[in-house]
Nanobody, 130 residues
Framework: QVHVVESGGGLVQAGGSLRLSCAGSGSSLDYYHIAWFRQAPGKEREGVTAISSGDGSTYYKDSVKGRFTISVDNAKNTVYLQMNILKPEDTAVYYC???????????????????????WGTGTQVTVSS
């Protein structure tokens, strides 16, 4: 059974950068679709970015395109989220997640559906000051 643990969060000024890590254990993350979600206080959890197993296709929430990059290091069994040009509205707890059962539907169209995922990390706090 795969498990994921996030790290790398912190406090950064607007315009700065952070790199989050999602370390996998129990199984190779290469077998799974992996996504990053975030949740700000009083708001619903939202999909930020995802990477598909197999062909490595990537998907992004519109507001982070051009600023965030998801990548995988298979040798380290780790997925990264490089976040540049951070804005105060990026402040949230960031979660790494995957689904351990076969995906329902096309991943390209459904990657941001939080209910599809059944394996979540505990999250890492990102705070961007203005």
């Amino acid at each position: 059974q795969v498990h994921v643990v996030e790290s790398g969060g912190g406090l950064v000024q607007a315009g700065g950068s952070l790199r989050l890590s999602c370390a996998g254990s129990g199984s190779s993350l290469d077998y799974y679709h992996i996504a990053w979600f975030r949740q700000a206080p009083g708001k619903e959890r939202e999909g930020v970015t995802a990477i598909s197993s197999g062909d490595g296709s990537t998907y992004y929430k519109d507001s982070v395109k051009g600023r965030f990059t998801i990548s995988v290091d298979n040798a380290k069994n780790t997925v990264y989220l490089q976040m540049n040009i951070l804005k105060p509205e990026d402040t949230a707890v960031y979660y790494c997640t995957t689904r351990t059962r076969p995906w329902l539907g096309y991943y390209s169209a459904t990657w941001s559906q939080a209910a599809q995922y059944d394996c979540w990390g505990t999250g890492t706090q990102v705070t961007v000051s203005s």
